[in-house]
Each structure stands twice: as C-alpha cells, then as structure tokens.
C-alpha cells in the first residue's frame, strides 16, 4: 500500500523565512496531494491540494510543487508570519477519476515561526 | 450545516470495555474515514468507505470495527479497549465531485484514554 515520508519533523524559522517541508510517496498511482494545517488542539484543516497532471500551484504564500518522476512533492510557505505556527501533514491518495477515498498521511512536521 | 460532528469530545474507558465514537455529515459525502493521531506518529488510517454499505480497513485496523448502513453515519466500535489505543481519534469525509475541493474534511475529534 502507499507510504509517505515527511521531513522534517520540526522546523524553526524566523518571521520573515521561508520554510519548506518535503514528503515522498511509494505509489506511483497515487494522484492527489493535499496539505493539511492543524493548530494546538484544533482539527486539521486543508491548505492547498495538487493533483498530479500539475507541476506546481501557488496560493498566496503558499505553494505546492509535485514531481511526478521522483515521487515527492513540497510545500513552500514564503514570508513566514507567527500564525503559521502549527503542524503541517501532506498525504497522498488515488484522486478522481478512481477515487479510492483513501488518504495516508505523512508523520508531520512542527513548524516554528519565531517573532 | 454542520459539517462533520464526531461525539463524544472526550472519554474514559477501562480496559476491556466497548464503546462506540459516533461520526455524522451532512454533505451528502460519500467517503468517510476514520484516523487516529498519537504524538510524533502522524495520523494513521484505521477504516474507511467509499458509500453507503461498503467499508474497507486502513493502515491500523486491529482492535476497531465500522460500518455504513447510511451515507451520513460512520460509527467507529472498539471491541475491548486496550491502553495501545488511547489516542484522538478523527473522522473525516470527502466527496468525489471535482468542485470546489476533494479534500477531506475532520470532525473536531474525540479523546480517548484508556485506563
């Protein structure tokens, strides 16, 4: 079945930095990448997603790039504010048009953002 | 529109005890999945469905049981509660249609511990 590595697993950098974290997958037919955000004690909540015939989507700060041939995608936050503090997941599923509906998830990475 | 409703918020259970972790949506989604999240380990898979009577096992199924009589109800069984199994446990769900986002979306989650 699919498996993902996300790196790092904390990560601390100052207001201002960009911080970019990095997360591979096993199965080459999976086709749908999204990022998730989940602050202290919240849920997790869906930042930005990249389905794989995209190289790359950007979403004010934040952007997503996918290289299909090497199997890893990243997440780039730029101009880094205290309010992105959080931990950050990327997952990987099969996405439209076979659906499978199932979504593994990476083991996450603490972002720091120091004033 | 409540989105996706998980009860209870938090719960005590000895070892051995059953119980079940309700999870409702009201969009009409037909994917729901339910993960558990421990500490440094991400969030893992442990059922999930594509529909209404069709439920598949995820990455950590052992010890937990579902089911989908409806397309809105996703209840998660613990068969004989075990301290391995004291953690927050999530339900989410998705929907196939490409517009405007396939993402899942979490319920606010339940704590579990088991003493």
């Known amino acids: 079945g699919e498996n993902v590595e996300q790196h790092p697993s904390t990560l601390s950098v100052q207001e201002g930095d960009s911080a970019v974290i990095k997360c591979t997958y096993s199965?080459?037919?999976?086709?749908?990448f999204p990022w998730y955000k989940q602050e202290l004690g919240k849920r997790p909540q869906l930042i930005i997603d990249i389905r794989s015939n995209v190289g790359e989507k950007k979403d004010q700060r934040i952007a997503v790039t996918l290289n299909k041939t090497a199997k890893h995608f990243s997440l780039h936050i730029t101009e880094t504010q205290p309010e992105d503090s959080a931990v950050y997941f990327c997952?990987?599923?099969?996405?439209?048009?076979?659906?499978?509906?199932?979504?593994?998830f990476g083991q996450g990475t603490t972002l720091q953002v120091k004033p | 529109n409540a989105g996706v409703t998980q009860t209870p918020k938090f719960q005590v259970l000895k070892t051995g005890q059953s119980m079940t972790l309700q999870c409702a949506q009201d969009?009409?989604?037909?994917?729901m999945s339910w993960y558990r999240q421990d500490p440094g380990m991400g969030l893992r898979l442990i059922h999930y469905s594509v529909g209404a009577g069709i439920t598949d096992q995820g990455e950590v199924p052992n010890g937990y049981n579902v089911s989908r009589s409806t397309t809105e109800d996703f209840p998660l069984r613990l068969l004989s509660a075990a301290p391995s199994q004291t953690s927050v446990y999530f339900c989410?769900?998705?929907?196939?249609?490409?517009?405007?986002?396939?993402?899942?979306?979490f319920g606010s989650g339940t704590r579990l511990t088991v003493v």
């Open positions: 199965d080459s037919a999976s086709n749908y």
């Open positions: 989410a769900s998705s929907t196939s249609s490409r517009t405007p986002r396939i993402g899942y979306t």
């Open positions: 997952a990987a599923s099969k996405g439209p048009p076979s659906n499978t509906g199932k979504l593994i």
């Open positions: 969009m009409n989604h037909e994917y």
